[in-house]
């Protein structure tokens, strides 16, 4: 019996260049990165195109991960909500209406039609995310929801919601870090043979 590798498994093996490591993480969690720029976007081609940059950063840079700061997915997750947020922000979403033969198609298409196991897994995730972020206390859920689904900086949320900014940036770091530590008590969960 076969186990399938994990991400850390995974990462090694794409520092040593392994190019399946890296199409196995891209099967791993393509959908929802391209979920998150999406929502963020509103822009399917956007999206895909962050996606496309997001993985391309885990083979360029397979370091940039740290495992000692965190599970893989939420690492990915952060890389291309900033990506979505830094397109969103420089109006740049006209850049994805160039014609397509700078990139060729093929290379640009995320399946819209996922297989029922996709749709298992993606649900899966959401699902942990939706129960982790259900454990924060209302105020941090609201600060990551103005984050990373409105892009606002944390000046802007200091303005929108009438607190000090000092108030907001200890509501941000500290859903992150219970949000993280949620997260990983699930993966290690879900790792357990």
Known sequence: MSLEPTDGELI???????????ATLYDRYARPVYAVALRIL?????????????????????????????AFGPWILRVARNRA????????REQFDTDDDAVGFAER?????????????????????G?????????QREVLELAYFRGLTQRE???RLAIPLG?????VRTALRRLAE????????????
């Open 12 to 22: 090694e093996r794409v520092r040593q260049r392994d190019h399946a490591a890296l």
């Open 42 to 70: 509103r822009e399917p081609r956007a999206a895909e195109d962050v996606v496309q940059d997001a993985f391309l950063t885990v083979w360029q840079r397979p370091d940039a991960y740290l495992p000692e700061r965190g």
């Open 109 to 129: 298409l995320v399946d819209p039609e996922p297989e029922p196991g996709e749709q298992v897994w993606t649900q899966s995730v959401a699902a942990r995310v």
């Open 85 to 92: 947020i830094d397109l969103l922000r420089r109006g740049a």
């Open 157 to 159: 949320m200091a303005a």
């Open 167 to 171: 108030t907001v940036k200890t509501r």
């Open 182 to 193: 949620i997260l990983e008590e699930a993966e290690a969960w879900t790792d357990v043979p």
């Open 131 to 139: 129960v982790a972020l259900g454990c924060l206390t209302a105020p």
